[in-house]
């Protein structure tokens, strides 16, 4: 069905590998129109409940944006990639399910951006981090400059992205790029744990919980707690709160309908 991605879907978590393995996953333009259709499918179907994104293949998560296909690119070819790629990642990120990035080795300039898309990352022990653009002459463009600087704060991210130095999965979670780090063949078990976990609780409530936090980011502090009150005010009008409270007094587990 995809030339670029593997997708599957068990227990009503799926998982979208990219699949190029001579570039070691780069991100070219078919591929980044195949993510976008994937990611509008798995926005389609309701028995998806958790996205999980890797690469295929032992090496690499995404190796970046095709140097290749770039190279001969004039501005307005870079202008209508750099709106798809826009567009797919911002698609990615508004999903109201939970998306965890799987960072099996090397995610490099879109291939970070990519992974920052996602809610949460987990990177196995060999995942290779870094923002190489600028020493190609240009500067990240699928969002890296502004997620990068949200997630790690300003000044690691100028570091990473002014050297293009690489770090390895340890110091990514030192600064917080990267969630937990767990060994190669235990990932992708560590990532549908975790959403295992997610999908024991309110998925009305996981999905507001997740807007507010990506829409606070943008808001000041008295916007955002406005913004919070709103939707905490939204979650007492769900069947979804009267079963977690219920639960709670009935001395049992909730039953949100999830994962068990
Ligand atoms: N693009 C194309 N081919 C790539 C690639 C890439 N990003 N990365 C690796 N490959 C290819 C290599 O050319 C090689 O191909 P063959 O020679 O076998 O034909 C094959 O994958 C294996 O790579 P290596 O032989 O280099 O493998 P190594 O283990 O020695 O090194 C490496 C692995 C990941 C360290 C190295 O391949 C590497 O440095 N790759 C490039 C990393 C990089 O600079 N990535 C690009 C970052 S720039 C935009 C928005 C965003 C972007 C662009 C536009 N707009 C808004 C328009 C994003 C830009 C980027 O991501």
Not at 39 to 62: E, M, R, Y
Not at 106 to 122: H, K, N, T
């Amino acid at each position: 069905m995809y030339n670029h991605l593997l997708y599957e879907v068990n227990d009503g978590i799926a998982v979208i590998s990219i699949n190029n393995p001579k570039s070691l996953n780069a991100l070219n333009t078919e591929t980044i129109e195949e993510l976008g259709a994937c990611i509008n499918a798995v926005a389609a179907d309701s028995s998806v409940k958790g996205l999980i994104i890797t690469g295929a293949g032992p090496k690499s998560f995404v190796a970046g944006a095709d140097i290749s296909e770039m190279v001969n690119s004039g501005a307005e070819k870079g202008r209508s990639f750099a709106m798809l790629a826009d567009k797919v990642f911002s698609s990615l990120e508004a999903l109201p399910i939970v998306t965890i990035a799987a960072v099996n080795g090397y995610a490099l300039g879109g291939g970070c951006e990519l992974a920052m898309a996602c809610d949460i990352r987990v990177a196995s022990d060999n995942a290779i981090f870094g923002q190489p653009e600028v020493g190609l002459g240009i500067i990240p463009g699928f969002g890296g400059t502004q997620r990068l600087a949200r997630l790690i704060g300003k000044g690691r991210a100028k570091e990473l992205i002014l050297t293009t130095d690489r770090i390895n999965a340890e110091e990514a979670y030192r600064i917080g790029l990267a969630n937990k780090v767990t060994t190669k063949e235990e990932l992708l078990t560590v990532c549908t744990d975790m959403i295992r976990r997610v999908l024991k609780n309110g998925p009305f409530a996981v999905a507001v919980a997740k807007r507010c936090i990506e829409s606070g980011m943008d808001m000041d502090l008295q916007n955002g707690l406005q913004m919070e009150a709103d939707a905490f005010g939204l979650c007492f009008a769900t069947d979804e709160k009267m079963e977690g409270m219920t639960a709670f007094l009935e001395k049992r587990k909730a039953n949100f309908g999830g994962a068990k």
